[in-house]
């Protein structure tokens, strides 16, 4: 069983990141992306009381009805900072809340998901890599990097081709953060309080060129 360098410690803030085995694509339609959002949203409540695959099967008013009654109870298992869907990766900023919240929650994500996908493309087998890569985030300037790198992913990697399509782009938090989208995913309390305005955490994420100068701050990233 492999080992883990890193501890993951309650308290601490993570980068989390894991790959599809031999980089093959997972998310191969929005239909892919839609359920790994909403995977990710269900498994980050402390105790859901079904798995995620008999959950989706459950009539509508069902289904509503049970996330009513867990965002009432508002018990999570990790609290999510950040996070970006990309081809054939994840990447998530995560707060350890639980005792082994995080790992939990990655098993959980990764085995529901692995599981869709293999029944949809009618393969078997592991999706992700074995074991997901964690790095502590050790200061408020790493972490404000390390949020712009998430976020920038989609960006960077030539999915999208302007900054103006971020904004509107479901599948990082990003839209979250500027209030283009309206989601309970997302805590974006920490983040946003080390800028003075939206208008500041906007311009910071654009600002290119500062990014690649700043890109010691995060360079586990680029390992």
């Given amino acids: ?38 995977v990710i949203s269900y498994y980050g409540n402390l105790n859901p009381p079904i798995r995620f695959s008999h959950f ?8 509503n009805q049970m996330l009513e009654s867990l965002n009432k109870e508002n018990k999570k298992l990790v609290k999510i900072l950040a996070f970006a869907l990309m081809p054939n990766h994840v990447h998530f900023l995560i707060k350890e809340i639980e005792e082994n919240g995080i790992t939990t929650f990655m ?30 985030i050790l200061t408020e300037e790493q972490l404000i990097h390390t949020t712009r790198y998430i976020h920038l992913n989609p960006l960077t990697s030539y999915i999208l081709k302007n900054f103006k399509q971020l904004e509107n782009y479901s599948w990082t938090s990003y839209p979250i953060y500027i209030g283009k989208s309206q989601s309970n995913l997302v805590d974006k309390v920490v983040i946003l309080s080390l800028f003075s305005s939206i208008n500041k955490f906007i311009q910071f994420t654009k600002d290119q060129v500062d990014y690649q100068r700043q890109l010691d701050k995060i360079k586990h990233l680029i390992k």
């Fill in 1 to 38: 069983m492999p080992y883990r360098k890193t501890p993951l410690v309650v308290g601490e803030v993570y980068h989390v990141f894991n790959r599809s085995v031999a980089h093959q694509p997972i998310f191969l339609t929005n239909g892919y992306y839609q359920r790994a959002y909403e």
């Fill in 56 to 63: 989706s099967r459950l009539p509508y008013s069902i289904k």
């Fill in 107 to 136: 098993r959980k994500f990764q085995n529901s998901f692995a599981r869709y996908f293999n029944t949809k493309t009618e393969r078997s087998g592991s999706l992700f890599q074995s074991m997901f890569k964690a790095t502590r």
